[in-house]
């Protein structure tokens, strides 16, 4: 005798602790195997894109913060880098320095919330979380020093950031350089060894190399399945070939190893940060710009390696104060493209843990 | 010091109706145990994981957060209470009181201190495990009636692990009555000159384990897991039915923590202090166990919970059968604390081979 059975349909979100923000998946089960994804978003959309039109360039810059609000001033860097290249301003080379500071700053702080989270997701009851914001608190206080913002910072501007340094900042820095290692041996001890949190992890998600390529996958999704593109060093910008640093790279593609990963990638962005203090000249932090900038008219596209991935900013200009057409190429929405693929056949609590590790942002999914 | 203005017996046993007295004194004092041992335990639970948390806790409410708990209520109890439009009413409303009644149940037959019992009945340990088998149902209850599709996921996963670690926590027990030849609970408490853990250590692994299964606690909380199910089976409930359910989840804890002591470390024996104090200091280094376990530890899905029962909980429950019947048979006078080494010896030396092949979650079991 067989039974008839129906598709049982769960609605996981909009509302929901996991969806880390306003994300609905539509998820067909049979008992707690994934039949069927339908990824449904848009809940957080404000038309950002448009805003951008009706704007002055310098008006834009606050904007562009609040595409993905937990890494700001990684946001900031490609339009600003697109309004440099149709204006043909000059970056002078300390402000291509702070950049690269504060931006290796900010890239740890995405990291440890990103990890943090998927911890929860697993269930460790907020504490990896609690120790992660610990670190990441640190971070932002330093961040707060420079910019007096603690999470949409408007730090850069066209031709540089908006503010120097101050004298008490390099020291806080330094200390701050000194003990992250040890914060992030304490995570390995505490986390990478954990037979619960292997089984949890490894093997579980599995992204193809082959399959992240065709699905325009970038960042740490794209380097946890073995394929090397960062594009710090692939196609280096502003001042990052000057640095020695190594880019992690997994092997199997499975959340394992993108957890693995961003735990290194704080790593080598403190390397970059302590050889970007040394190599730091002196100078001015910014070339004057005019009040009512107007670039001529034309088109550029600028990426950057944001903590979620490639970030691009497509630009184009019609010689007036106000940019045409302002288009980001947001990597948190572009890697969610894998997210079917990855979750048909999976048990409804790995797809949580998958879903976390792609590490999405809302405002930059939704923008 | 002498106890014995706690006890009962200090009613003259020609008293009329000494049964009843005892009946009502008892169920009184029992009632008010476990209400009051929920709320230092919810105090106790809430600063404990704050400070793995480097939280601080609650510590507003009176002195030192003391009287949080009563806050809670007090809000709880002034909720709304909402029934979904499509729960099944009946069941809905039954359920909590399903849930609750059998915890309380279960303190009928443990001894608070000498004597200090409600009913010594000589088959407590099977009593014990009827009983508490019929919170399950409550949950069970609760989690299909709401007509809410994270509770009937919930409530699902709740029998399955009722059944699967049930049997385990069966096996380990058998091996205590084996060697304290009774099945009452004075009777295994009286022969524990040693205490269990040390004699019977597996079995002590084992129960603690499906204890904490049972009573629903990390990393075995499948059945409310926050990220995945927003709240599992009390999704739906709110006001006095959620009270009703979160001094459920409570009791299970105290009772649970009662029950590790009672079998596992001695009840209420111990030196120079009266009984009841030596039973809340093991009931509390129980708890502090269990919290330790939840603030540190991930989820297990539930495939791997299955799997953990099955292959590893069970085979070792037999194991530690099979060593007491070994000894029963060939050295019944064998329980002096020469013999207490060799015990943990054998219990490490199981527990390290089996483990080498039991990793959860390198294959998975269908459900």
């Known amino acids: 005798m067989t039974l008839a059975t129906e598709p049982f349909i769960l609605n996981i979100g909009p509302l929901h602790p996991s969806t880390h923000g306003v994300f609905r998946m539509r998820v067909v089960l049979d008992g707690e195997i994934i039949q069927d994804v339908e990824p449904v978003f848009g809940y957080l959309h404000r038309g950002v894109e448009k805003l951008f039109e009706q704007r002055t360039y310098k008006q834009n810059i606050p904007l562009s913060d609040r595409l993905d609000y937990v890494s700001a001033i990684n946001n900031n860097w490609p339009y600003v880098m697109a309004v440099e290249q149709l204006a043909n301003i000059s970056v002078p080379q300390r402000a291509e320095y702070l950049r690269v500071i504060m931006a290796e700053l900010q890239r740890i702080a995405s990291h440890l919330l990103a990890v943090g989270s998927v911890m929860n997701d697993m269930g460790i009851f907020f504490t990896a979380f609690m120790y992660m914001f610990r670190e990441r608190e640190k971070i932002v206080d330093l961040l707060e020093m420079v910019t007096g913002q603690r999470l949409l910072y408007n730090y850069m501007r066209f031709g540089g950031v908006s503010q120097d340094i101050p004298t008490e900042f390099l020291p806080a820095l330094d200390r701050f350089l000194k003990v992250m290692p040890g914060y992030l041996d304490e995570y390995d001890t505490m986390l990478a060894g954990n037979e619960i949190l292997l089984s949890r992890t490894k093997g579980i998600g599995v992204l193809k190399a082959e399959t992240a390529i065709n699905n325009s996958a970038s960042g740490p999704l794209l380097r946890g399945s073995g394929v090397n593109w960062d594009l710090r060093k692939s196609a280096p910008y502003s001042v990052y070939d000057k640095f020695e640093f190594d880019v992690p790279l997994g092997t199997a593609g499975d959340c394992y190893d993108r957890y693995i990963i961003r735990m290194a990638e704080m790593r080598q962005s403190l390397r970059i940060i302590k050889q970007a203090v040394e190599q730091m000249p002196a100078g001015k932090e910014k070339t004057p710009t005019p009040l009512r900038l107007r670039p001529h008219a034309g088109e550029t596209y600028t990426q950057v390696e944001s903590p979620r991935g490639m970030l691009g900013c497509y630009l184009v200009s019609d010689g007036t104060e106000k940019p045409y057409r302002c288009h980001f190429r947001a990597p948190a929405f572009i890697n969610l493209t894998v997210l079917k693929e990855l979750l048909i056949g999976q048990k409804l609590a790995d797809a949580i843990i998958i879903f976390g590790s792609i590490d999405i942002s809302m405002g930059e999914v939704d923008r | ?367």
Do not use: C
């Open chain 2, 1 to 367: 010091m002498s106890t014995a203005f706690l006890l009962p017996a200090t009613i003259a046993p020609d008293w009329p109706g000494n049964f009843w007295w005892h009946l009502l004194i008892m169920t009184v004092l029992l009632i008010a145990v476990l209400m009051i041992s929920v709320i230092m335990f919810i105090w106790l639970e809430r600063r404990v994981i704050a400070r793995f948390q480097a939280r601080v806790g609650p510590n507003r409410a009176g002195p030192f957060g003391l009287l949080q708990s009563f806050a809670d209520v007090i809000k709880i109890l002034t909720k709304e209470d909402i029934i979904p439009a499509l729960a099944d009413k009946p069941l809905f409303w039954i359920a909590p009181a399903m849930a609750f009644v059998p915890v309380l149940m279960i303190l009928a037959v443990i001894p608070l201190s000498d004597g200090l019992q409600l009913a010594d009945i000589n088959v407590g340990v099977v009593y014990i495990s009827a009983v508490s088998a019929i919170t399950a149902i409550g949950i069970f209850m609760s989690g299909m009636s709401s007509n809410n599709k994270y509770s009937l996921i919930g409530a699902m996963r709740e029998i399955a692990q009722l059944i699967s670690f049930e049997i385990p926590m069966l096996l380990a027990l058998a091996g205590l009555v084996m060697a304290s030849s009774s099945m009452s609970i004075s009777g295994v408490i009286g022969a524990q000159t040693i205490p269990f853990a040390l004699t019977q250590p597996l079995a002590f692994v084992v129960f603690v384990i499906a204890l904490l299964a049972e009573i629903n606690r990390t990393p075995f909380d499948l059945v409310e897991a926050d990220s995945e199910l927003t709240a599992g089976f009390n999704t739906e409930y709110s006001g006095m039915k959620f009270a009703v359910l979160y001094l459920t989840e409570y009791s299970e804890a105290v009772v649970g923590s009662i029950l590790i002591s009672t079998f596992f470390l001695g009840g209420w024996r111990g030196p120079f202090l009266p009984g009841i104090i030596w039973l809340v200091i093991k009931m509390l280094a129980s708890f502090f166990v269990i919290l330790w376990i939840r603030s540190t530890i991930p989820r297990f899905r539930i495939d791997q919970s299955m799997k953990l029962a099955w292959k590893t909980l069970l085979p070792l429950a037999m194991f530690n059968l099979f060593i007491m019947a070994v000894k029963t048979v060939f050295a019944p006078g064998l329980t002096n604390w020469v013999a207490v080494p060799v015990y943990l010896a054998i219990t490490a030396v199981i527990i390290i081979y089996w483990a080498r092949f039991m990793r959860p979650g390198r294959q998975s079991v269908g459900i």
